[in-house]
């Protein structure tokens, strides 16, 4: 009989990877300026104004970003790639995020500790490559560095409250209704950290706050539109740096109602790729030859999020398929090793560390494929002992390298993290004649 499960435990030999995953303006007031129900845009006071002329003459492009860009990382970078569309329409640029454990955003409270957050968005894509490709397909400003915009940055601050359409959603407004009102004063407090960071390190001035409150809207406003919302009559986009407090792409329910070409961009349409850091490919090579010293292995991956709350499937069911589909790879290729990845656990994705029921079938399916040999607990510390960073998002990408780069891709279950895998598989083994690709449990 074929022996197809092989694994690393120790000193014994055991292969495993498991890969994770996923303007009405509110009048803002200064600290020394009172709220009104009846002004909707808050200027600055003529003091100012010296420092807007200074700007003008040393600055020439402003900075457009968001707090936070919605969802995990494989959509929070989509959503990224459309502001980054967006901002250039402006003329302005954004600014590389920092990685929150499984997000892309700017832990502004944490900055400046004495443990400071070290991950950014360049950890985990090759982020020289992602700039090379939009500015040479798309003309965009490349994506400048934590440290270039606090050199450079116009000091003008202008923070931009968003309200998206969460369920549920009360009425339709009326045809009257203004977006440009409603947001709350919790909104802004938001920004808290992020307005004290940057005026009493780096001397920003807090110039304007302004409401785009699209929670009950029936309507869309322009790209154009909405930049003059922000900016109001005294600013240009050059001048100024602006904060949106989240960002979640364009369209759909949930997402922002401002009409750009921008909300076209994907990751399956652009002729931008999302490919791993050099250091991620480096952590990736080390990780597969210390557990399979250079032999061929078949990467599962599961979505176990996905298979149980969203497709509603049993995973155990899978499992049994995946377990079969195993063997037959084993007979069909010759490869007897595999590693797993999946979304449950220590590194598992946020939804999946929600619900309970998630991690139960997910605990089973490793279980099927691994009995006694390795418990999940080892195979967490497997990543830990390989990666630069327990950062989940980091690990999650590591995970899918090594998955990548193995002779066969078993994907059980769907998502855009498969689907960036499978996109990463490609490049890796260009010669479909010798592809092996499979799904299972798949919408």
């Known amino acids: 009989m074929v022996r197809l499960f092989r694994g690393v435990c120790g000193g014994a030999v055991f292969t495993l990877v498991v890969v994770v995953f996923g303007l009405s303006v509110l009048l803002l007031s200064t600290k020394n300026h009172r709220h009104s129900n009846n002004i909707h845009h ?49 003329g302005m640029q954004v600014v590389e995020p920092f990685l929150v454990e ?44 934590w440290g270039q915009f606090l050199d450079s940055a116009p000091r003008n601050l202008v923070i931009v409250c968003v309200r998206y359409r969460d369920p549920p959603i009360i009425k339709v407004p009326s045809p009257g209704y203004n977006y440009r009102n409603g947001c709350s004063k919790s909104c802004f407090m938001s920004f808290d950290s992020a307005v004290n960071f940057l005026s009493n390190k780096y001397d920003f001035v807090l110039v304007r706050k302004v409401c785009a409150n699209f929670a009950n809207y029936a309507g869309s406003v322009t790209s154009e539109g909405f930049l003059e919302n922000i900016l109001g009559m005294r600013y240009s986009s050059s001048n100024v740096t602006v904060i949106l407090n989240q960002f979640r792409g364009f369209f759909g329910l949930y997402r922002i109602q401002v009409l750009s070409p921008c909300g076209l961009l994907t990751h399956s349409n652009t002729k931008v790729s999302v490919l791993p850091s050099k250091r991620l490919v480096r952590e990736a090579k080390l990780y597969a030859s210390t557990n399979f010293a250079n032999r061929s292995y078949t990467s599962i991956m599961v979505r176990a999020e996905k298979i149980v709350l969203h497709s509603h499937l049993n995973l155990s069911h899978c499992a049994a398929l995946a377990l079969a589909k195993v063997w037959m790879l084993g007979l069909q290729h010759g490869v007897k090793d595999f590693f797993l990845t999946m979304d449950i656990g220590r590194f598992g994705s946020y939804g999946a560390q929600l619900n309970k029921q998630v991690y139960i ?39 899918r390298t090594v998955a990548a780069r193995g002779a066969c891709l078993l994907m059980v279950g769907a998502g855009g993290f498969q689907a960036q895998a499978r996109s990463l598989y490609e490049r890796y083994h260009p010669n479909i004649s010798t592809q092996c690709i499979h799904k299972i449990c798949a919408d």
């Open 361 to 399: 079938e997910g605990a089973q399916f490793f279980q099927h494929l691994y009995g006694k040999k390795w418990s999940i607990a080892q195979w967490e510390y497997s990543f830990v002992k390989a990666a630069a960073s327990i950062n989940p998002a980091y690990i999650a990408n590591l995970q």
């Open 102 to 145: 499984s997000q892309l955003a700017f832990p502004f409270s944490r900055l400046g500790q004495d443990q400071p957050v070290n991950f950014r968005f360049g950890d985990i894509i090759d982020l020289n490559l992602w700039n090379q490709q939009t500015q040479e397909n798309y003309g965009y400003p490349a994506v400048a560095s």
């Open 42 to 90: 808050q200027e600055p006071s003529p003091s100012f104004s010296r420092i807007e002329e200074e700007v003008k003459t040393v600055r020439n492009l402003g900075y457009f970003f968001a707090l936070k860009y919605y969802e995990q990382q494989t959509q929070a970078t989509k959503n990224f790639l459309q502001m980054q569309c967006l901002a250039s329409s402006y």
